[in-house]
C-alpha cells in the first residue's frame, strides 16, 4: 500500500512565489503591450561579476583535461572554498571557526528547511512573524506544524513572535524563568527577509543568552548580511555563547548573484550539543546520505568571490543594490508610504494606503500601474497590510517605478484620490 503524505494537505494555498508569478503571468498574457516592472520576487539581475566568470572558465577547463578532472567532491565542500569562508566572514571579524564546522551547500533554501531532520518530531518550534514562508512550510510538511487555526492565522504547534511597528520589527525575547517558557527551535533571520530589519549587538545578545538559558537551538538565516551598512553584527558566532545554542546559514544567491548558480554554507560549532551528542556531527551524517555536494565549478566560482579582485567586483554590486533601495525608500516615502527597511537589506516594507488588504493592493498596483511586488500577508498574519517590495531590479526600473506611483494615485500622500 502506497500512502501519500497527509502533512502536505495542510499546507497554506500554494507557495506565496509561485501565486505572484501565476497572478503575474496572467496579467502579462493579457496585457502584452504593457511594461511590467517587477520588485516582489527578490531575485537578482545584475550579472556575475567577471572575476567569478573567469574562474569558472578556468574550473571548466580543469574538467575537460584528464589530468584535472574532478568527479565526486568531499560531501561538505572542497577545502579551498571552506579556508576562504573561514578566513574572509569570520577570522577577519575576530570569530573562530573550525574547517570541520563549515558545510558547503547549494543554498540557504535547502539547509534551512533539511536542518529539522537533526531534531525530535516533538521539538516545539518557535518563527518570526513575518516570516520567509520556507520555514513554516517546511515544519508543516514534516508533520511538525499542527493543525491551522483560522482564528489566530497561525499552526497550533509553531509559536510565533510578533515583529511589528510596536516593537520596531524586532521579536521581544521571552522570560526564560516563566514556567511556560518556549524550548525549542528559534529560526530568526536578520537583516531581516521580509521586513529590512537588522538587529544589534544587544538585542542578539539577549536572544544567545535566552536559547542558552532555556536549552532552545537558534537557526540563524544571515543570507543578507553583505548588505549590513551600518554598525551591527554580520554574524550570530560575533555573540559570546553562540556556539553552544546556533546555526548560522549563509547564501552567495544575493551576496554574489548566485541565485541560478547556487552556492551558500552552513556553520554548525562542535559545542553545539544536545542530548549529549553533537549536532555537527548528525548534520555531516545527513548530507553525506541525502546530498552529493556543490559542483567544482560553483565552489571555484564562490572561491573567487573572495578575492581581492572579485570582493571589489561583488560590492559594487551590493552597492549598486543599495542605491536602488534608496530610490525606492526616497520615493515612496515622498509618495506618503510608511517605508521600513532598505538601510541595511536589500528589501523595504511598506505599509498599505489605509492598511489595505494586501492581496488586494497587490492587485492594484499590478492593474493601474502594471508593478508587481509582495504581498505581505504571505509572510504571516503580522504582515497583513504591508507589502514588501525588492532592490534587485535595475536603477532604471526602480525609478520608473516611483515616477508611475507619483504620476498616479498616491502622489503627495500616500492615499487614494
Known amino acids: 500500500m502506497i ?28 496585457n502584452p503591450d504593457k511594461e511590467l516592472i517587477r520588485l516582489g520576487i527578490g531575485d537578482v539581475t545584475q550579472p556575475l561579476v567577471p572575476e567569478v566568470i573567469r574562474a569558472m572558465h578556468g ?80 515544519a508543516v510538511m514534516s508533520g511538525r506544524g499542527g493543525v491551522f487555526d483560522e482564528k489566530t492565522e ?42 529590512g530589519k537588522a538587529i544589534g549587538r544587544e538585542d542578539l545578545k539577549a536572544w544567545v543568552e535566552y536559547a542558552n538559558r532555556t536549552d532552545s537551538v537558534i537557526l540563524y538565516d544571515s543570507a543578507y548580511e553583505a548588505y549590513i551598512s551600518e554598525d551591527l553584527p554580520h554574524s550570530i558566532f560575533e555573540i559570546e555563547g553562540a556556539r553552544t545554542c546556533a546555526i548560522e546559514l549563509r547564501s552567495f544567491s544575493k551576496t554574489a548573484g548566485f541565485t541560478g548558480v547556487r552556492c551558500g554554507y552552513t556553520v554548525i560549532p562542535t559545542e553545539l550539543k544536545r542530548d549529549g551528542t553533537r549536532i555537527r556531527d548528525l548534520w555531516a551524517r545527513r548530507q553525506a546520505t541525502h546530498f552529493n555536494g556543490v559542483s567544482y565549478i560553483t565552489q571555484r566560482a564562490a572561491e573567487a568571490v573572495y578575492s581581492k579582485v572579485g570582493k571589489r567586483q561583488t560590492e559594487g554590486v551590493v552597492r549598486y543594490y543599495l542605491e536602488n533601495a534608496r530610490v525606492l525608500r526616497q520615493g515612496l516615502s515622498e509618495c506618503g508610504f510608511k517605508v521600513n527597511g532598505g538601510v541595511n537589506a536589500p528589501y523595504l516594507w511598506v505599509e498599505t494606503p489605509e492598511k489595505k488588504a494586501s492581496w488586494a493592493f497587490f492587485d492594484e498596483l499590478l492593474e493601474k500601474h502594471a508593478i508587481v511586488v509582495t504581498p505581505g500577508s504571505g509572510f504571516g498574519a503580522a504582515g497583513e497590510g504591508y507589502f514588501r517590495i525588492t532592490a534587485f531590479g535595475s536603477w532604471e526600473n526602480a525609478s520608473k517605478a516611483i515616477l508611475r506611483l507619483k504620476a498616479g494615485d498616491y502622489a503627495g500622500n500616500g492615499r487614494r484620490g
Open 59 to 138: 574550473a571548466v577547463d580543469e574538467m575537460s583535461r584528464e589530468d584535472t578532472f574532478r568527479g565526486y567532491g568531499p560531501y561538505y565542500g572542497y577545502d579551498f572554498l571552506v579556508r576562504a569562508i573561514i578566513e574572509n566572514d569570520y577570522a577577519k571579524r575576530g570569530v573562530t571557526v573550525g574547517e570541520d564546522e563549515v558545510f558547503v551547500n547549494d543554498g540557504c533554501k535547502s539547509d534551512s528547511s533539511g536542518i529539522l531532520d537533526l531534531f525530535s518530531e516533538e521539538t516545539s518550534i518557535a518563527v518570526c512573524d513575518p516570516v520567509y514562508p520556507v520555514y513554516v512550510d517546511a
Open 154 to 195: 497561525a499552526f497550533s504547534r509553531i509559536d510565533t513572535l510578533r515583529c511589528d511597528a510596536a516593537n520596531g520589527f524586532l521579536p521581544i525575547v521571552p522570560d526564560a524563568d516563566a514556567p511556560d517558557a518556549f524550548r525549542g527551535l528559534i529560526f530568526l533571520c536578520f537583516p531581516n527577509n521580509p521586513t
Open 3 to 30: 500512502g501519500i503524505n497527509p502533512y502536505f494537505a495542510r499546507l497554506r494555498g500554494g507557495y506565496l512565489f509561485a501565486e505572484i508569478a501565476k497572478r503575474t503571468e496572467e496579467y502579462r498574457r493579457l
